[in-house]
């Protein structure tokens, strides 16, 4: 809804212009870039800058097209068109990295390439010079053609594919899609990962993490007390609250502050639950600040209007993220994890992880940005999940989406998918890529190896054509099978 004096339109986001005023209900998304003119509410962002908390918004503050109002109304002021904010600058930075990486040659096409124009040549001259030397042209012209057949890149033209078939094959059926031979070729060769953290490394399902009390009152009374608010809300903070208690009572004449926090009756007395910006923190103000420190999420409780407990809440991580990221390590792999959230709170996930470059507050243009800077130095993947992770994934060596319900550009943007979110996968995918990359650089040896060695024996006539012809096809099933062995699955 655009609000114009006392009207309100509906219009087209392409419309927008800036100055419009947006009235902005909840659920609905913002359509543009904007500034919070008036009303209060918590905003995810998550689709734009990964944060799986919501943010608290009130009169100032800027948001950002795309995001999704959870609770109160919201009149944003917009300061960019409806053509030009930061959503379409993803899709514009999806499109551009993805025109800079353009089609990268297969390994045996680079070989192949010049080595086809250069046999001919080599053979022209072998029957012209030999011809004109000895006097004998049948001889030469014969010897021409057996070294024409002799540099033929048989084995090379499918010392790549068979492995490559068989590698992505065995892929699949432990949940890792690879879309192309060049993206295989790629991962085997991949040395540092770029990670994202919400949905990646995090299961985006914030959790209750600590709970601090006050004034004689028990965890578990807390975490009732604040369900039985919770229970009346939408807000992400509240379904974390009330999954923690079992069998909350309910509480009356319940009211709901948006961007604040929420209050009601429970046996005669009343509560609160909200915000430390809202409701004091008293005596558990130190425990507050130390909780935020570790990157919770903190909301107080107060009974007859005296701070009772604060609980914690966090998107953690997924249990087998340090053991995957030691594993890593140990082989050579260098971890860089990027997101969107604040800086406390990423600090103390990479701290948990064991990841020591941990980059936060990072919009999609920066993240793209940081992976760009990444790949210098050497071969790097970036996995991720979400809309913000795009253009990362696109800017990438190797773009990897992670799970199958991730979004749809960040599925599109990668160049290889999980079907699953068990991180195990990832060192078990790059041990299956470096054993397929491997094998493939043993069959393009072997296949140039023949060739160097066949071609002075065609030339000086120690072999002719059938010799050369068996050896070739004895070459070509020795590459076959050797390729085959791609197709067993490797260990992580």
Known sequence: LVKGGDARTEGEAKELRVGDVLVVRP??????????????????TSAITGESIPVEV???????????????????????????????????????????????????????RP??????????????????????????????????????????????????????????????????????????????????????LTRNEPTVTRVVTALGATEDEVLAWAASLEGHSTHPLAAAITNAVSDAPTAQDVTETAGHGIAGTLDGAR????????????????????????????????????????????DELRPEVPEVIATLNRRGVGVTMLTGDNTRTAAALAAQAGIPDGRAELRPEDKAAAVTELSKPQPTAMIGDGINDAPALAAADLGIA??????????????VAFTGHDLRLIPQALAHARRGRSIINQNVVLSIAIIAVLLPLAITGILGLAAVVLVHEIAEVIVILNGLRAARRTKA
């Open 27 to 44: 659920g609905e998304r913002i359509a543009t870039d904007g500034s919070v003119r008036a009303g209060r509410s918590s905003l995810d």
């Open 58 to 112: 009130e009169p100032g503050i800027d948001v950002s097209a795309g995001s999704i109002n959870t609770t109160g109304v919201l009149e944003v002021e917009a300061t960019a068109a409806g053509t030009d904010n930061s959503l379409t600058t993803i899709v514009e930075l999806v499109e551009q990295a993805q025109a800079e990486k353009g089609d990268r040659a297969r390994l045996a096409d680079r070989i192949a």
């Open 115 to 200: 080595l086809v124009p250069g046999v001919m040549i080599l053979a022209v001259l072998v029957g012209v010079l030999g011809s004109l030397l000895s006097g004998d042209p049948g001889v030469w012209i014969t010897r021409a053609l057996v070294v024409l057949v002799a540099a033929s890149p048989c084995a090379l033209a499918i010392a790549v594919p068979v492995t490559v078939v068989s590698a992505i094959g065995a892929a699949s059926k432990f949940g890792v899609v690879v879309k192309s031979g060049a993206a295989f070729e790629r991962f085997g060769g991949i040395r540092h990962l770029a990670v994202d953290k919400t949905g990646t």
């Open 271 to 314: 509560l609160a639950v909200g915000s430390p910006r809202w409701l004091d923190a008293g005596v558990l103000a130190e425990e507050v600040a130390a909780m935020e420190s570790e990157g919770m999420t903190v909301v107080i409780v107060h009974r007859d209007d005296k701070p009772v407990g604060a609980i914690g809440v966090r």
């Open 402 to 415: 992670m799970g199958a319900k991730g979004a749809d550009a960040a599925i599109e943007s990668a160049d």
